[in-house]
């Protein structure tokens, strides 16, 4: 049975911080890569950090130095900690592998709302 249970978000002001927290089952998350993605108000979602399972990691440009994205293997588990959080990065925050397409199953994500 597939899960992604993601938690975490709030409200925060600009340059806050918050970190989110994700649960997946062990068939979607042994040996892929796992990401965050991002479904800002009214646009596409997006990709915006991921982490293969040897622990490299990627992030997209305008999260660089500000998002920290890690993961458990023994716990199925992907955080996201954010610092110096902007009112660009309030959203819906998904996680799941990091090629997850439409068609693939997501959870409920986490709202981040970041006030300026």
């Known amino acids: 049975q597939v899960q992604l249970v993601e938690s975490g978000g709030g409200v925060v002001q600009a340059g806050g911080s918050l970190r989110l927290s994700c649960i997946a089952s062990?068939?979607?998350?042994?040996?892929?890569?796992m990401g965050w993605h991002r479904q800002a108000p009214g646009k596409q979602r997006e990709l915006v950090a991921m982490?293969?399972?040897?622990?490299?990691?990627g992030y997209e440009d305008s999260v660089k130095g500000r998002f920290t994205v890690s993961r458990d293997n023994a716990k199925n588990a992907v955080y996201l900690q954010m610092n110096s959080l902007k009112p660009e990065d309030t959203g819906v925050y998904y996680c799941?592998?990091?090629?997850?397409?439409?068609?693939?199953?997501w959870g409920q994500g986490t709202q981040v709302t970041v006030s300026s």
């Open positions: 799941n592998r990091a090629w997850a397409t439409k068609k693939d199953y």
């Open positions: 982490i293969n399972s040897a622990g490299n990691t």
């Open positions: 062990r068939t979607l998350f042994s040996n892929n890569s």
